[in-house]
């Protein structure tokens, strides 16, 4: 009785794991701009409504960085409304930073090289 019990409770738990679905997706997509220079994009998607969309950017010889969506009038806009701008339209990016008056300029154009599913 008592390994069929412990059976039961086994395979519940391992239903429960299996049926259990991810709260948000991760894409992971590699860009590269015009002179070669490769970065490395993660986007965390949630699947409901109630979550907030985030970038993070691996940029070789820099800190990885997270950044918020924010509201853009064309393409999808990440930001932290201090250091750094990503951006993104179709296959392309820029890269936005602030200038000594604290104006955006553009840093860096990219293209998208290769994505893929992590999550």
């Known amino acids: ?4 019990f412990k059976s039961t409770i086994t395979l519940t738990i391992l239903l429960l794991f299996l049926s259990c679905k991810s709260d948000y997706e991760e894409i992971e997509v ?3 701009d015009e002179h070669g220079n490769q970065i490395n994009v993660v986007y965390h998607n949630p699947l409901d409504e109630n979550n907030n969309y985030f970038v993070t950017l691996k940029v070789p010889g820099e800190k990885t960085i997270s950044l918020n969506q924010s509201i853009a009038a064309s ?3 990440y930001t932290d409304d201090k250091t750094l ?3 993104t339209k179709g296959d392309g990016a820029i890269m936005m930073k602030p200038d000594k008056n604290e104006d955006w ?3 860096g154009t990219f293209k ?4 893929r599913q992590i999550r």
């Open 1 to 4: 009785m008592k390994q069929y």
């Open 30 to 32: 590699n860009y590269q």
């Open 75 to 77: 393409g999808v806009r």
């Open 85 to 87: 701008v990503w951006w």
């Open 105 to 107: 300029k553009i840093i």
């Open 112 to 115: 998208e090289i290769s994505m």
